[in-house]
């Protein structure tokens, strides 16, 4: 089981699988928590939100913004 710690390199691969080095930067960059990314990650494939009141809602929507950036259409507005 991961712990509430910030993130290091092992845990994010633990809960996301390989990732490019931008991305894996500014997941660490963060400072979230392996709950936060894990939430994040959960939200990014359109999972029921399931939100502990310990997340902190900007660093999830944060960590969703920099999981989608491989998306066609992720920085539009509509």
Do not use: F, N, Y
Not at 35 to 60: C, F, H, I, N, Y
Request: aromatic share 2%.
């Amino acid at each position: 089981m991961l712990s509430s710690t910030a993130l290091d390199r092992r845990s994010v691969e633990e809960i996301m699988g390989r990732l490019d080095d931008l991305k894996l930067a500014e997941i660490l960059a963060s400072g979230a928590s392996p709950a936060e990314l894990q939430e994040a990650k959960r939200w990014s494939v359109g999972e029921k939100r399931t939100v502990p009141d310990s997340l902190r809602l900007s660093v999830v929507d944060h960590l969703c913004d920099v999981l989608r950036t491989d998306e066609p259409g992720w920085d539009e507005d509509g």
